[in-house]
């Protein structure tokens, strides 16, 4: 059983920065790495992926240049660096390992408990 726990989450005003971390106990070299993140009432959106191997990037439009999702290897750990927040990147952000370099939730089969991020306007 994977697990994945999530860290860094909190508020911050508009135009501030936070860096989330996930601790994972194992990640295949074949793995994909993901954030994803949920408000109420609204299904899980993607963020941002990194693959294990080759550390192959993709973000979703609305964080493109704003975010950027990291990893170590050797710690097991895969990072969000958030800058610029909007009130609208307000949500429970959660890390998830699949195997496939995917932005649908469905591709995604462990997933960590979340942590919030609020942002002030």
């Known amino acids: 059983q994977v697990q994945l726990v999530e860290s860094g989450g909190g508020s911050v005003q508009a135009g501030g920065s936070l860096t989330l971390s996930c601790a994972a106990s194992s990640i295949l070299s074949s793995s994909v790495m993901a954030w994803f993140r949920q408000t109420p009432g609204k299904e899980r959106e993607f963020v941002a992926l990194?693959?294990?191997?080759?550390?192959?990037?993709l973000y979703a439009e609305s964080v493109k240049g704003r975010f950027t999702i990291s990893q170590d290897n050797a710690a097991n750990t895969v990072s969000l660096r958030m800058n610029s927040l909007k009130a609208e990147d307000t949500a429970v952000y959660y890390c998830?390992?699949?195997?496939?370099?995917?932005?649908?939730?469905?591709?995604?089969?462990?997933w960590g408990q979340g942590t919030q991020v609020t942002v002030a306007s």
């Open positions: 998830a390992r699949g195997s496939h370099y995917a932005t649908n939730q469905l591709e995604y089969d462990y």
């Open positions: 990194i693959r294990r191997r080759g550390n192959s990037v």
